[in-house]
Every structure is written in structure tokens, then in C-alpha cells.
């Protein structure tokens, strides 16, 4: 028979077990937090398998409007993403159409004007499909689209291009950029261009994929 004082020593061991297992709970509690918050490996797989790709976007875009697009290509298509750089960047001033001295004017006036691109798009021959984005310019590609185009061997590629316009279509820039002499005699593919707008819904561009049947995955 247990007395008083051996009931408040039970009561007392009883009350420490429950402390004991509260604290074992609560440190397992944040032992799976703690693993919850660590980044996994699927994170930086995503990055690995953007590197085997066989997609590029390559795109040139002032004033955000083609690079929106070319996001939402890469993103439909698990393509790589490039950015076509100018050596020297284009100021609002060159930008200017009103201005007939402007420097965008000017090259536009000029179909051997190159504008020098800054960096290269590294391990180029692992792609098969090329889409080429681009602003339209006095109706035409900007110059520096073809100085990418030339800087590269598309032989055995497909290359479609898209371009960004208030109001142009893309047939005249298409029809010129095929015609570059650098192109001649190489066996490469073109794809009928796109005219997108700035916020191209990636359904939008999923459907204009399906339609060519190309193979992105």
C-alpha cells in the first residue's frame, strides 16, 4: 500500500516522464523541419538538365518586350536562354526613329552595317533548333540579328525566328535573314516565323509549337 509521500513521488516521476517525451517530440519536430528546409538535389537538377538541352533561344530585345517572349519560349520548351548583347549598348537617343542621325537609323540605312555582339553562346554545336528573337526595326530585323546569324555554323539546324512588333508582320525580316550570303549553300531548316506580343500566354506558344510537330522534350 503506497502512502501520501509515495503518491506524490509517483506523481512527480509521472510529470517528468510527460516533460521527457514532450521534448523528444519537439526535437524531432524540428529534426524534420531542418531536413524540410534543406535544399534537395531536384533543385539543382533542373540547371543539369537545361544543359542538355537541345533548344536555344537567342534573343535581342531593348526594351523587354522580345525578351518576355523568348522567357516564355525557353520555358515551354526547356530551352536554353541567350541573350544577344550589343558590344555597345543602345541608348534611348539611338533608339530614336524620329531622329534620321540616329544610330539605329543610321545601321538600318545600311545592310552591311554588323554590330559587334558582346560574349558567345558556348557549346553552339549541341544544338539542333534555333529560335531567333528579335524587335522589328524600320520593318526589318535589326542588324545585329544578322551579325549573330554570321557568327555561327547553322549547318544541319533548324532556325525559327519571332520577332516583336506593335503593327509589322515578320515576313520582310524573315525573307532577309534567309537571303544572308552567309546562309548560302548551308543545308539549314527555316520554320515559318511568328509575330508575338510582349505577354504571349505559354498556351499560346505551346500551340504554335504543336503546329510545326518539333520535337522539344
Not at 61 to 74: D, R, V, W
Not at 138 to 148: E, K, Q, S, V, Y
Not at 164 to 184: A, C, F, P, R, Y
Request: charged residues 15%; aromatic residues 8%.
Amino acid at each position: 500500500m503506497i502512502g501520501k509521500t509515495g503518491n506524490i513521488i509517483l506523481k512527480k516521476a509521472g510529470l517528468c516522464f510527460s516533460l521527457l517525451m514532450m521534448l523528444l517530440n519537439f526535437s524531432a519536430c524540428k529534426a524534420v523541419t531542418a531536413v524540410s528546409d534543406v535544399q534537395t538535389p531536384a533543385a539543382s537538377t533542373s540547371a543539369a538538365a537545361s544543359n542538355q538541352s537541345h533548344i536555344l533561344v537567342a534573343y535581342f530585345s531593348c526594351t523587354g518586350n522580345t525578351q518576355k517572349a523568348a522567357q516564355t519560349i525557353a520555358g515551354a520548351t526547356r530551352a536554353d536562354l541567350y541573350q544577344i548583347i550589343p558590344a555597345e549598348p543602345y541608348t534611348s537617343a539611338d533608339l530614336d526613329y524620329n531622329n534620321k542621325s540616329s544610330r539605329t537609323t543610321s545601321e538600318m540605312n545600311d545592310v552591311s552595317v554588323r554590330p559587334a555582339i558582346q560574349g558567345t553562346v558556348e557549346n553552339f554545336d549541341k544544338y539542333d533548333i534555333v529560335f531567333l528573337g528579335y524587335p522589328i526595326w524600320w520593318g526589318d530585323a535589326p542588324r545585329i540579328i544578322d551579325t549573330f546569324l554570321e557568327s555561327y555554323d547553322f549547318t544541319g539546324k533548324t532556325i525559327i525566328p519571332f520577332c516583336t512588333s506593335g503593327q509589322s508582320d515578320i515576313s520582310t525580316s524573315e525573307s532577309n535573314l534567309k537571303g544572308l550570303s552567309h546562309l548560302q549553300g548551308v543545308q539549314v531548316t527555316w520554320l515559318d516565323g511568328k509575330r508575338l506580343s510582349a505577354d504571349v500566354s505559354e498556351t499560346d506558344v505551346i500551340a504554335w509549337i504543336n503546329s510545326m510537330n518539333l520535337k522539344v522534350q
